[in-house]
């Protein structure tokens, strides 16, 4: 059974950062590539950032590129997302996912039925 387990969602005000994480079980962690996705009230969930299995590529909407940060640690199969210069525009449920495919590299062109396995979402509130 696959568990994707996010955690360090919360209040923030404007300017600041907060890192999220995401702890994953049942999944051959280490050969597939994870993302990040968020969906804000009355709208789609878009792609935020990827990591490759291997964390070899990484990739990021152009509206967090240069604030946020993927990165992945197979051994302790957990990935996360530093996010840095929070805007109240990223207030949003914040959503791991992991790649339906192995062994694939990541691009931001990915969407949503390009993961099986979803975390249950992290609330990350901005303040201005």
């Known amino acids: 059974q696959v568990q994707l387990v996010e955690s360090g969602g919360g209040l923030v005000q404007a300017g600041g950062s907060l890192r999220l994480s995401c702890a994953a079980s049942g999944v051959l962690f280490s050969s597939v590539g994870m993302a990040w996705f968020r969906q804000a009230p009355g709208k789609e969930r878009v792609f935020v950032a990827c990591?490759?299995?291997?964390?070899?590529?990484?990739d990021y909407a152009d509206s967090v590129k240069g604030r946020f940060t993927i990165s992945r640690d197979n051994p302790k199969n957990t990935v996360y997302l530093q996010m840095s210069s929070l805007i109240p525009e990223d207030t949003a449920v914040y959503y791991c996912?992991?790649?339906?495919?192995?062994?694939?590299?990541?691009?931001?062109?990915?969407?949503?039925?390009?993961?099986?396995?979803w975390g249950q979402g992290t609330q990350v509130t901005v303040s201005s």
């Open positions: 996912a992991a790649d339906r495919r192995l062994l694939r590299a990541c691009s931001r062109s990915f969407t949503v039925s390009d993961f099986g396995f």
């Open positions: 990591v490759s299995w291997n964390g070899g590529t990484t």
